[in-house]
């Protein structure tokens, strides 16, 4: 229904940047989760957007036409708040009719639209129950409907699961994400949980103090991160601390060739592409402790330097506490500053993992 | 001491029931004896019950004009005074609560400073000045001294009010297309009212009681149930014209409190004063 193009958006509140220099296009019909640490400015880009805050500097387009000084009322946005705030003096029925109301839609229309969407939610026949009548659940399910009904250009979503328990928050995800598909409505999506935006999104922002360090598909954020904080941020990963000397990258434990340029750098490894292969006392890693999570086994381990790291291994594959280990190193990725240096395969590595070999030096 | 009550699970609650019983001597008792007399045609010591009940007082009362003349003139008093408070005192509370502009806080404090010093004093300092705008004994004069005296509690709650409705509300009714006045009218105004409405029901009927500066500004031309109460028991040793007008005096509470009780409900009611 709707594009939407912000560029170079800039919040500056008294003593602090919550927004800084914030670009990102919306195509029509996306679904983008902005993700992001506390503080990171996620819902300020969103209240700006949704009309609430004047950014200090930039623009909002939707569809071409500039938003960016228009009052909340004038604007096609629709807001689902993290506390839903409901309006607590009016039932549900009123909560979702009130703007078809402003729209001055004759009654029959909007019994009609306030029907429809109730059943979108999934709570039909709850029109004439009191807010506080409803669980947690219902009552955001309430918000989503009185902003679905007027059918806005985009929807904007700040945590709208936030105080959900865990099996509510799936199921609710679920049917957003049914609905904005079946509706076809530009989204944005504000969640602290990255399992939410790898779960729904068609493209995640991540943010870090007001600006963006990647906006990519959920599979490019996971496998290719373009930071050492995205890296950090989405999904579990092992950072060793080494230096990178003669096209090598060299830890007391291991070695990696790569083919970087000398200097300090850190190498990002996924548990799931940590190998482990028994070796003599005395050599390798440590293992510290294994977790069987029945699909697999998640191996604590720690390194001579002592560093630790985790490796999700086989459900076959038992390790002892206290056994020494060498690491075969799949996938990683190597920064330099929080920027990516090189991302890759260690290099030959082509079926089979490829052995590293322990270094010289202890 | 209504959640002392309800909160009971089987055990019988003794600080409640003693608390109960003490209010209610406090409060009941002395009512219950003024019931009593204005009912009451002989009531001779040492008897506990009287000795001759009838209506003659009532008689009396109610046929003097000036019972009647003061009681209409109470009651436009109140409603003048209360009507003009929270004309002046609703839009200036939400000022304080909601926007930001300089000199808030001083003028916050000047709002309340009226209560902040002796009261009498500040009444005859302002009956004196009164005298020279030739306000003294005419009605608006006497509107004009009660107002002041009601400004503090209709700006101090109704500010706690709109403070307390939760700005979300305001900005998704914003959100859903509503401009700044409708979403007062039908966000704001509506979540503070049961608050708002406590706060102008006090109003009326502190009015109502209200003496001394009705008594300071009004007499002798403009004389107040309350007043004229006073006037009673000064000159006649009569207990009975004192009670019935006492109970008399009682109709405006009860009539407001059932109205409070029909509108808001006890919970609402109690939010008011309390979150
Ligand atoms: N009204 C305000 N006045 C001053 N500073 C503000 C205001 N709103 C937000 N900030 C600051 O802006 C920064 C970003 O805030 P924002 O609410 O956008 O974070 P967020 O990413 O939504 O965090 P969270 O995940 O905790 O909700 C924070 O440092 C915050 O302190
Ligand atoms: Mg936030």
Redesign the pocket.
């Known amino acids: 229904m709707a594009r939407l193009t912000i560029d170079n958006l800039r919040?500056a509140?008294?003593?602090?940047?919550?927004?800084d220099d914030f670009s990102l296009d919306v195509a029509d019909g996306e679904l983008v989760c902005?993700l992001?640490?506390?503080?990171?400015?996620?819902?300020?880009?969103?209240?700006m957007i949704g009309g609430f805050?004047q950014p200090s500097s930039g623009a909002i387009r939707i569809d071409g036409q500039d938003v960016t000084r228009l009052s909340p009322e004038r604007r096609p946005t629709g807001m689902v708040f993290?506390s839903h705030a409901l309006w607590s003096h009016m039932n549900v029925f009123n909560n979702i009719a009130f703007g078809l109301k402003l729209r001055r839609l004759s009654r029959a229309e909007i019994r009609d639209k306030v029907e429809h969407a109730l059943e979108l939610v999934g709570l039909a026949g709850y029109g004439t129950r009191q807010t506080f009548q409803l669980s947690g659940g219902q009552q955001q399910r309430v918000a989503l409907a009185r902003s679905l009904v007027l059918e806005p250009k985009i929807l904007l979503l700040?945590?709208p699961f936030a105080s959900l328990d865990q099996h509510l928050r799936e199921r609710l995800r679920e049917e957003v994400r049914d609905i904005q598909q079946r509706l076809g409505i530009t989204t944005l999506f504000?969640t602290?949980g990255q399992d939410e935006a790898l779960a729904m999104a068609d493209r995640i922002v991540v943010?870090r103090n007001?600006q963006c360090e990647q906006a990519d598909a959920p599979d490019v954020v996971y496998r290719n991160p373009q930071t050492q904080f995205v890296a950090g941020f989405i999904g579990q990963m092992n950072f060793i601390s080494a230096s990178v000397e003669g096209g090598r990258f060299l830890h007391p434990d291991f070695m990696l060739p790569v083919n970087v340029p000398d200097g300090p750098a850190v190498l990002a490894v996924r548990p799931e592409a940590l190998d482990l292969a028994s070796a003599q006392a005395d050599q390798g890693a440590i293992v510290l402790r294994s977790t069987d999570f029945g699909s697999h086994i998640m191996v604590d381990l720690q390194l001579r330097d002592g560093t630790r790291l985790k490796a999700m291994t086989a459900p076959d594959q038992r390790w002892q506490k206290r056994a020494s280990v060498h690491l075969n190193v799949g996938q990683f990725a190597l920064y330099r500053d929080n920027h990516l240096l090189t991302i890759g395969q260690p290099v030959g590595g082509s079926e089979q993992a490829p052995e590293v070999e322990p270094a010289l030096s202890v | 001491m209504i959640a002392g009550f309800s909160t009971t699970s089987g055990r019988f609650d003794w600080t409640g029931f003693i608390f109960a019983i003490l209010l209610a001597i406090v409060i009941a008792v002395p009512l219950l004896v003024v019931f009593t007399w204005a009912f009451t045609e002989v009531w001779r010591y040492p008897s506990v019950i009287p000795q001759k009940f009838g209506l003659r007082f009532w008689d009396q009362t109610l046929s003097r004009a000036d019972v009647w003349e003061a009681l209409s003139i109470s009651l436009r008093l109140s409603a003048t005074v209360t009507f003009l408070s929270a004309l002046i005192c609703l839009p200036a509370a939400y000022a304080f609560a909601r926007m930001k502009f300089p000199g808030r806080d001083l003028f916050f404090l000047s709002f309340l400073a009226s209560h902040a010093f002796p009261k009498f004093g500040l009444l005859v300092a302002i009956a004196s000045i009164f005298l020279q705008l030739n306000l003294i004994a005419t009605f608006w004069g006497v509107v004009l001294i009660q107002l002041v005296g009601t400004l503090m509690l209709m700006i101090w709650i109704p500010v706690a009010a709109f403070q307390a409705v939760d700005r979300r509300m305001e900005e998704a009714a914003r959100d859903v297309g509503a401009g700044p006045l409708r979403v007062f009218w039908s966000i704001t105004l509506p979540q503070a009212f049961p608050t708002i409405f406590a706060a102008v029901l006090l109003t009326f009927v502190s009015t109502f009681y209200e003496t001394e500066g009705a008594w300071l500004i009004g007499a002798p031309q403009i004389r107040t149930m309350p007043v004229l109460m006073i006037n009673f028991i000064n000159n006649q040793v009569v207990i009975q014209y004192g009670a019935v007008l006492s109970v008399i005096l009682w109709v405006p509470s009860f009539i407001a409190l059932m109205f409070a009780r029909r509108v808001i409900g006890t919970g609402a009611f109690a939010k008011g004063f309390g979150a």
Do not use: I, M, Y
């Not at chain 1, 509140?13 to 927004?19: I, K, L, P, Q, S």
């Not at chain 1, 992001?36 to 209240?47: A, Q």
């Open positions: 919040k509140f008294a003593g602090t940047v919550a927004v902005l992001g640490p506390s503080g990171s400015g996620k819902s300020t880009v969103l209240r805050e993290q700040d945590e504000v602290h943010l007001g």
